[in-house]
């Protein structure tokens, strides 16, 4: 059928699908960048309080615990615990695709991953003890990692998570 034998129904019917496309189109497209911009405002308020002075002692505290090669994994210090559930929280909001992880990167990404490694132990045996504790916290990390190896010159995130690395992120946290 050539176009110059269209009737007007066969036009109404192709102006009304292209318009249709073109709504969707630019409606997915306000959805994402709405979500992204709500994502990047949520890590901000993370970010604040992730550093504000109380959770920075709370944050010492916890890492002279995990310095603590001779430490109870069963029982970590509330300061810990809260750290955990920060991050949690965190992990929680990104599972649910309220926050992209590239966003939790560019703002944490530097402080989860060696968390991740120095609690690694901890959470594992608070999981033994309550298997629903930080259940969100693997797949955010593994993602965060992901991100990091892809982003990273080295294509690794060795950087940030080497024994040695940790133990100097750990150091830095405890002053």
Known sequence: MSLQFMSAEAWSALVAAVVAIYTIVTNTIELKRGRLLKGIELMEAYSKDFDSDVFRKRRAVAAQ????????????????????????????????????????????????????????NVVTKQQQIDPTLYEDLLPMFKAIETVEKHRHPSQNSFHLTSPTRVKRFLKEEAN
């Open 65 to 120: 615990y995990l310095l603590n090669d001779s430490r109870d994994n069963a029982n970590p210090p509330s300061e810990l615990c809260e750290i955990l559930d920060f991050i949690e929280g965190i992990a929680f909001v990104h599972n649910n695709k309220l926050i992209e992880v590239e966003t939790i990167w560019h703002a944490l990404g530097s402080w989860l991953l060696p968390y991740s490694v120095a609690t690694r």
